[in-house]
């Protein structure tokens, strides 16, 4: 399991300060949620773990090492990276694919492609598809399939789900969460969806203005506990359940 933490990072593109003075512990084995309005900086933050993003000031440290140490393609191997449109390559098969990662490293392969994809709940006779003979679901899946690879103990997950329907989310959600426990990972998952979060993680970080403004876990967001932007993002499904429950009363 690997914990993260997040010491002063800051983050500005020109005049925008994306992400101002972030400090924030992520404990090993915890499914953390990044929510906030759009621009608020998760995506930026989030980057920084991986060095997609390198931050102006701050240090971000993996398993208590600062990754602007690490040489970035060794770090990217030791960190799944799932978002949304995943990118599959076109021209490769789903097998090949989800190989990738295995093949850059000269790893041999073993059986471990049909490993994966039982793993994110796939058929076999998809290994020999190409991407565009998959559903959006089933692409993602495989996105999720081919960052598990190497075996990670971390995943950066960016709005994962964000551009499926609601029921394949919800499920794929779901099974993402069981591949969390089963695989013992630690999970930083920027979401849109507070419903998704709540419903997800352990713990809630919420971010304006590139900074956390709200952290706690479901039943403190619920409670009101995590202050009031917390606050007014749980409102919106609380409201939204209120509101079916009254139209079905
Ligand atoms: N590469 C970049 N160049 C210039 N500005 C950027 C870049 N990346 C992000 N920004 C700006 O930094 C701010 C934070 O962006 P970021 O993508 O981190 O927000 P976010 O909370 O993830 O937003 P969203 O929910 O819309 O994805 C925004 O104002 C954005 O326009």
């Known amino acids: ?12 593109f020109g005049a925008t300060l994306a992400v101002d003075g972030v400090s924030c512990s992520i404990a090993p084995g915890s499914f953390v949620a990044l929510v906030g309005s759009s621009g608020s900086g998760k995506s930026t933050l989030l980057k ?12 971000v440290l993996l398993d208590g090492a600062d990754v602007a140490d690490a040489e970035p393609h060794a770090l990217r191997r030791r960190i799944g990276y799932v978002f949304q449109n995943i ?18 490293e000269h790893r ?10 039982a793993l994110v709940g796939l058929p076999p006779e998809c290994a020999t598809r190409m991407p565009d003979q998959l559903s959006g679901g089933q692409q993602q899946r495989v996105g999720v399939a081919r960052a ?11 709005e994962p789900f964000g551009a499926l329907d609601p029921v ?17 990972l630690t999970t930083i998952m920027v979401t849109h969806d507070m419903a998704e979060a709540l419903l997800l993680a ?3 970080l919420v ?30 499904p609380r409201t939204q359940a209120e509101r079916l429950k009254e139209l079905g009363a």
């Open 87 to 104: 990118g599959l390559f076109p021209h490769l098969t789903v097998a090949e694919n989800v190989a990738i990662g295995l093949r850059l």
């Open 108 to 117: 041999p392969e073993n059986g471990r492609v049909a490993e994966l994809l």
């Open 168 to 184: 394949t989310r919800d499920a794929l959600g779901r099974a993402y969460r069981g591949l969390h426990e089963l695989l013992g």
């Open 148 to 158: 598990l690879a190497l075996g990670p103990k971390l995943m950066l997950m960016d």
């Open 48 to 59: 920084t773990v991986n060095r997609l993003v390198v931050p102006d000031s701050g240090r």
């Open 207 to 236: 971010m304006a203005a590139g900074r956390i403004v709200g952290d706690g876990t479901p039943a403190d967001l619920l409670a009101g506990r995590a202050g009031p932007e917390a606050a007014a993002l749980v409102d919106v």
């Open 202 to 204: 352990d713990r809630v």
């Open 1 to 12: 399991m690997s914990g993260v933490e997040f010491q002063h990072v800051s983050k500005a």
